[in-house]
Nanobody, 118 residues
């Protein structure tokens, strides 16, 4: 059974940092693109960042460029999101996803809450 488990969320003051982790289990994820979405209360889920299966190519939403960094460790089946210079508008539930390259297969985590106080 495929499972994605996020951790690292919490409450932080504006300007602070957090590091989210997403541990994948149930299969080898080296051939999966992985990344993060987020959903704030009353808003739709939005893309944050992704990293290709090879670990080199990354994509970011304009709102997080220069502040958030996505990375992965295929040996540990884990994807990370380093979040720096956090803003109150970054407050949301952050969801990890994994999508198998060339297919429609995708998996989602249960989410981790990030709250940034002003």
């Amino acid at each position: 059974q495929v499972q994605l488990v996020e951790s690292g969320g919490g409450l932080v003051q504006a300007g602070g940092s957090l590091r989210l982790s997403c541990a994948a289990s149930g299969r080898t994820f080296s051939r999966y693109d992985m990344g993060w979405y987020r959903q704030a209360p009353g808003k739709e889920r939005e893309f944050v960042a992704s990293i290709r299966w090879g670990g080199v190519s990354t994509t970011y939403a304009d709102s997080v460029k220069g502040r958030l960094t996505v990375s992965r460790d295929n040996a540990k089946n884990t994807v990370y999101l380093q979040m720096n210079t956090l803003r109150p508008e970054d407050t949301a539930t952050y969801y990890c996803f994994a999508g198998k390259v060339g297919t429609r297969e995708e998996h989602w985590g249960q989410g981790t809450q990030v709250t940034v106080s002003s």
